[in-house]
């Protein structure tokens, strides 16, 4: 996330172009990820991705209006222990947060940056869901991911987002260690996907998981989802630049060129492989692109957005088609294969490639050490969600169960959680 605090004239342009950038993130969220994974999972269970995505991105709005926002991004914490983890108090339901220029961005208001940086919130605990899809509990769901947001985004996205953040090397001149992330490498994708990942199992792979196939339902859904995900994406990647500059600019064409890359790369990649590229690996390669180039998109040329997008393409397939065989979890939707390696490889590459004549903080971060912070960063973000994700799967386990019963798991979640169908078969 870029920082200027040079200029203190909120700019109606810049401004309009960060609000229009919080909607597109929005329609990633409902309905680009419902559609997206609601057409890989059985037909029995479509209608629970769908109230999954659209019951935490309202449960993730407002959490981050009621505090979240302040524990990322406030300051009246710093100097404490709680300082390492959460920004601070002051902002709580939004207190102070109006139309005056953003402390991080001079030329939008701060209720544009909060709102968002909101849709960021919402749509990072929605991308666990695919990883689990099919066999956890609605209310497990919804009490796994507001403690999980609580207790893994916010301390990440304070440390690397935040104003006094110990990785913030953009936010905070005076962070410990410097490490950069343009729009959610480490913040989105990598603590989802390494969270998913330790997730899918514990909570156990989907009964009958390797004896029968568990083929997706609708790949015209997935094709749909794909795309609006993709034009979301813009917003999630162009608008982090926080202005309609030329930041934004460099940013929506490495997005497009890692996504194109990755796209073609996977289908070429499991046409050696397999045989026959897949629509389902058209969209998991172009989903691939987009998460990794995430973390460098306003940071890198765009040569080396397409290296990033073809190492996407390439190494994702290979954790989702040949990695997970091999250990034998069930990532039911791909989640850490794709989002959880494209995130680390994002992250990764944005410390190796990361260009000054691209952004100005990339001369100034590199010369101060950001291939350390960078790898300090990740490192930190792993071990992180991977010992809150243990320990709240675990106390959800303990109170309120995270798996339906073999019976309603075997009726389908549409029912057994909504009492309703998403398919009328009369």
């Known amino acids: 996330m870029l920082v200027s605090i040079a200029a203190t004239t909120v ?89 005056e220029a953003s402390a991080y961005e001079g030329r939008i208001s701060a209720g544009s940056f909060a709102l968002f940086q909101a849709m960021f919130a919402a749509i990072t605990p929605a991308l666990i869901i695919g990883a689990v899809a099919e066999r956890m509990k609605f209310s497990a769901v919804m009490l796994f991911s507001l403690l999980w947001t609580i207790g893994v985004y916010y301390p990440v996205a304070h440390a690397v987002w935040g104003q006094t953040g110990d990785f913030a090397g953009l936010a905070n001149p005076n962070a410990a260690f410097k490490a950069a992330d343009f729009a959610g490498g480490i913040v989105v994708h990598m603590t989802s996907g390494w969270s998913a990942l330790l997730l899918c199992i514990m909570v156990g792979p989907r009964a009958g998981f390797g004896k029968r196939a568990m083929t997706p339902h609708s790949m015209v859904l997935c094709v749909l989802g794909t795309g609006l995900l993709w034009a979301g994406w813009y917003g999630f990647n162009a608008g982090s630049a926080l202005a309609a500059d030329g930041v934004a600019i460099q940013a929506f064409l490495t997005t497009t060129l890692g996504a194109a890359t990755a796209t073609l790369v996977w289908a070429i990649v499991e046409k050696l492989h397999r045989g026959k590229p897949s629509v389902l690996g058209l969209c998991s390669g172009a989903i691939a692109g987009l998460a990794t180039i995430t973390n460098a998109a306003g940071f890198v040329s765009g040569s080396s957005a397409v290296l990033i997008g073809a190492l996407a393409g390439a190494i994702s397939y290979w954790a989702c088609s040949v990695l997970k065989g091999k250990l034998g979890y069930d990532d039911a939707l791909d989640t850490f294969g794709v989002h959880g390696i494209g995130g680390t490889l994002g992250a990764l590459a944005t410390g190796l490639l ?63 959680d909504h009492g309703e169908e998403g398919y009328q078969h009369n």
């Not at 909607?23 to 057409?39: D, E, K, S, W």
């Not at 890989?40 to 269970?45: E, G, H, I, P, Q």
């Not at 950001?370 to 992180?384: F, I, K, R």
Request: hydrophobic fraction near 55%; charged fraction near 10%; aromatic fraction near 8%.
């Open 354 to 416: 990361m260009s000054s004549s691209v952004h100005a903080a990339g001369g100034a971060l590199t010369t101060q050490g950001l291939l350390q912070g960078q790898l300090l960063a990740m490192l930190l973000c792993v071990l992180l969600s991977l010992a809150v994700t243990w320990l709240i799967a675990k106390f959800v386990a303990k109170t309120i169960g995270l798996r339906p019963t073999e019976e309603e798991e075997a009726q389908g979640l549409d029912i057994a």
């Open 11 to 99: 700019t109606a342009g810049d401004n309009a172009w960060v609000l229009i950038s919080a909607a597109l993130v929005l329609l990633m969220c409902i309905p680009g990820l419902f559609l997206f994974y609601g057409g890989l999972v059985r037909t029995k269970n479509v209608l629970s991705v769908a109230a999954q995505c659209l019951a935490l991105t309202a449960m993730g709005l407002l959490l981050w209006w009621a505090c979240g926002y302040s524990l990322v991004f406030g300051k009246n914490l710093q100097g404490s222990f709680l300082g390492h983890l959460f920004g601070g108090t002051e902002h709580l339901g939004f207190a102070g947060i109006g139309v």
